[in-house]
């Protein structure tokens, strides 16, 4: 990831963290839905790391979580 789209995987991973959390899931179950590890979710969601998603898993999350795709990227 380039170090200047840093901010930008931040909000995402805190959308998905505020969507999960609004639908009742815990890292565990969204990771087994959509195919990952536990950990996988929880570096996203962690607003301090470097972890790059790639678009299907975004789409895989945005599925789950019944949510819009472009909600992750806008805010509200």
Same mark, same amino acid.
């Given at each position: 990831? $380039? $170090? +200047?789209? !840093?901010? +930008?995987?931040?909000?995402?991973?805190?959308?998905?963290?505020?969507? +999960?959390?609004? $639908?009742? !899931?815990? =890292? %565990? =179950?969204? @990771?087994? %839905?959509?195919? &990952?590890?536990?950990?996988?979710?929880? @570096?996203?969601? @962690?607003?301090?790391?470097?972890?790059?998603?790639?678009?299907?898993?975004? !789409? *895989?999350? @945005?599925?789950?979580? *019944?949510? %819009?795709?472009? &909600?992750? !990227?806008?805010? *509200?």
């Amino acid at each position: 990831m $380039k $170090k +200047r789209y !840093f901010d +930008r995987y931040k909000k995402i991973g805190l959308k998905i963290s505020y969507y +999960r959390k609004l $639908k009742g !899931f815990t =890292q %565990e =179950q969204l @990771a087994e %839905e959509i195919e &990952k590890h536990p950990s996988f979710i929880s @570096a996203i969601e @962690a607003p301090n790391m470097y972890k790059v998603l790639s678009i299907n898993t975004l !789409f *895989d999350i @945005a599925i789950v979580l *019944d949510v %819009e795709p472009y &909600k992750f !990227f806008v805010d *509200d």
